[in-house]
Each structure stands twice: as structure tokens, then as C-alpha cells.
């Protein structure tokens, strides 16, 4: 079992940052972050791999967010950068013994943390 602590959401008006942590109990082999909006479905925004550092992103988040890893600490982080509306969304970090970062399979779930951007 792996458990997903996270932190880091908030209320940002648009065009703000905010960085998400998610510490890990144990390492698997890749890790990402999805989101869900009110009424929406869950959806993929970035992911990681432990060892080579291999990263993908939702296309709706490609140059804006960033997804790194500190392996000394088990922790995965996504800075979030020019933050819009439609950004705002509760944010899962989700750890995976697969392989693929596109898409990521997840095996366990953080509890999630609420991000809201303001207009």
C-alpha cells in the first residue's frame, strides 16, 4: 500500500501560482496529477517517472505547468504558472506501477486539494 499526502491548493486570482506537493510513503514508478471540475470528469494533467525524470502534460496545461520530483523526499510537485478559471478543480495526486506517463494507470489516490482561480 502507498499513501499520497497532499498540499499546496488555495485561491489564486488569474494569472497566479500556486505549487501542489504530494509526499509519498514509498516510491512506485511513476507518478501524476489529475483533476476533476464540478460536473466534469476526471481528467489527466501531468505525470513523471521516479528514475529517468520523464515527464508528459495535458495539452490544456503544456507551458504553464511543471511537474518535478524530489526523490531524496518522495515528493512530487506541480507549479502551476499563469493560472486560469478553467483551472479550477480538485487536484488528486495519483502513483502508478506502470510504466506509461501517457496515461498514467493509477493504483492508489491522494484524498485531493482544492484549487480555485478567481476572474
Known amino acids: 500500500q502507498v499513501q499520497l499526502v497532499e498540499s499546496g491548493g488555495g485561491l489564486v486570482q488569474a494569472g497566479g501560482s500556486l505549487r501542489l506537493s504530494c509526499a509519498a510513503s514509498?516510491?512506485?514508478?511513476?507518478m501524476g496529477w489529475l483533476r476533476q471540475a464540478p460536473g466534469k470528469e476526471r481528467e489527466f494533467v501531468a505525470a513523471?517517472?521516479?528514475?529517468?525524470?520523464?515527464?508528459s502534460y495535458a495539452d490544456s496545461v503544456k507551458g504553464r505547468f511543471t511537474i518535478s520530483r524530489d526523490n531524496a523526499k518522495n515528493t512530487v510537485y506541480l507549479q502551476m504558472n499563469s493560472l486560469k478559471p478553467e483551472d479550477t478543480a480538485v487536484y488528486y495526486c495519483?502513483?502508478?506501477?506502470?510504466?506509461?506517463?501517457?496515461?498514467?494507470?493509477?493504483?492508489?489516490w491522494g484524498q485531493g486539494t482544492q484549487v480555485t482561480v478567481s476572474s
Open positions: 495519483a502513483a502508478s506501477w506502470g510504466y506509461n506517463i501517457w496515461p498514467i494507470v493509477p493504483n492508489y
Open positions: 514509498r516510491r512506485t514508478v511513476t
Open positions: 513523471i517517472s521516479w528514475s529517468s525524470g520523464s515527464t
